[in-house]
Structures are given as C-alpha cells and as structure tokens.
C-alpha cells in the first residue's frame, strides 16, 4: 500500500475526567502499541487501567526458566512498566497464553471489567488481521479484540446481557469510543515525541522479552517515525497509530 493511503487524523483529547481501559492479550502489548499514547494521557490526568487476558506464560527464549515462573516474571515486569507509565490499576486474569479464543466466557470477563472501570475509551487489539506485520496479528490478540469489542457492544450496556452482573451491583455501561492498535488501516494518530524514553523505559521493564533482542528501541522508534511520516507530522517526530470508531 502507497505511504499516502492512510489518511490520520489526531486522536481525540483527554481531560482529567477521562477514563481509559485498556484491554490487552499479553504483558507487554500495551507498552508496544500504546506506551507513548498512555503516558501522554496520563499526563493530561486522565485515569488509566489494564486488564491483561493472559500471563504471557509461552513468552521469552529461555528454555531453563519453567512457564509458571515466567508469568510470575511477566506480571511483575508489566507492574513495574505500568507504575513508569503512571498506571497502578491492572487485573491479569491469568489465561493461557497462546489459547485465547473469542469466547462467551470471555466476553462476560470483559464486560465486568468495563462495568467496573466505567472507562469512556477502550484501548484494544484490532480483531482484523494486519497482513503488513502478522506478529501485531497474534491470535491471541485477535480473540482479545473481538471479544472486547463485543463486550463494549452489545453487552455492558445491555442490562440484560449477563444478568448476574446486574445483580453484583455492575450497571450497564456505555463505552463511547474504542481506539484499537495492530489495525490494518489506522485512522488517528498521538504525537507521542516527548513520551519516547518513557515507552522505552517501560519496554525495558520487560526484560524477559526484549533482553534477546538487539536495536529493539531502534525498531520501535522506526514505526514510530513512519506512523509520524504518515501523519505528515515535521521530521524528527514520532507518532502511535489507531483505528478509532464510535461506539
Ligand atoms: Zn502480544
């Protein structure tokens, strides 16, 4: 696809009212997609949570370390990046990495944490495979998509879908915007330049991921500086993508 064909247009404004959601597959997914994007936001003192499916548990390289200790080592690295980010509030719900599927189950997971943290912006992974880069299409990241967009609409704002959840005291909540990341065709952007170092610091947190992994922050500063090429944005800036939809 021609550089010109994404048409970007700023990503709407947070205000100190603001509550985001976050929901994502695996311990790292929200500081690759949306660091630079989070921080800005909480800076403008706007309120930020994570809810995390899995533990990451397949992640890493290293054979010697068992998989119930690296998702004991993947919760604390996102911890650790989402305290450096500003975000204390996170929920693992501790799915097996690598098995997550789009789910009722799910879903209802999903909805309850929506109900609970009453965001007015879900920040989700694209359930629409992204062809140019397959990694950011993770299957897991897919079915955490789907079923976050499904959870926003129809469910919590339907007080009857998942009637136990009502009884709980959970009302109905309407979500009114979804900014998803990994999407094929994003159409908002953040200027996110002066938030470059914190991202890498909260990358850096995950150490079992990006230990192996030489010029990872040089990689990440490329898509940054295309996202921003793309924005038309003067040289030198960096920029995070999204496909923003009303919800
Ligand atoms: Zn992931």
New binding site residues.
Partial sequence: MPMNQWNLQPLPSVTPDTKILCI???P??IDFGAGGTIAHAVAQGAKVSYVITTDGNQGGEDPNISREEMARIRRQEQTQAGKILGVENITFLGKMDGSVFPTLELRKKFVEQIRIARPQILITQSPERNWERIFAS?P??LATGEAAVQAVYPDARNQFAFPDLLEKGLEPWRVEQLWLTGHPNPNSYQKVTDYFDKKIQALTAHYSQTNHVTDWPEMVKGWMQTVAEKAQLPEGELAEAFFVANA
Avoid: F, I, S
């Fill in positions: 994502l597959a695996h790292d997914d993770h897991d990241h």
